[in-house]
């Protein structure tokens, strides 16, 4: 069983930047495929960037050019890299891979 612990969340202004972590224990056969996913308040969850094992990405329009994706299978980390960060970017942040979500992560953004 993966268990996934996500890191990074903060109050942030507009304009600023994060980088959300995600670390994965338990029965790891490998980081190939994650993705982080978003859920605003009074909203549904939605999908934010996707990695997949062949190392293409996908991004969600509203965060393209602004957010990064990225993994490190020696560490067994995953990371969400913010930028540009907009007050609409607020929400709880989750790391998942096959068969695993972590608990979240606040992001709240200031205007």
């Known amino acids: 069983q993966v268990q996934l612990v996500e890191s990074g969340g903060d109050l942030v202004q507009a304009g600023g930047s994060l980088r959300l972590s995600c670390k994965a224990s338990?029965?790891?056969?490998?980081?190939?495929?994650m993705a982080w996913y978003r859920q605003p308040p009074g909203k549904e969850r939605e999908l934010v960037a996707r990695?997949?094992?062949?190392?293409?990405?996908e991004y969600a329009d509203s965060v393209k050019g602004r957010f990064v994706i990225s993994r490190d299978k020696g560490k067994d980390m995953g990371y969400l890299q913010m930028n540009s960060l907009k007050p609409e970017d607020t929400a709880v942040y989750y790391c998942?891979?096959?068969?695993?979500w972590g608990r979240g992560t606040q992001v709240t953004v200031s205007s």
């Open positions: 998942t891979m096959p068969g695993a």
């Open positions: 338990g029965s790891i056969f490998s980081l190939d495929v």
């Open positions: 990695l997949s094992s062949d190392g293409s990405t």
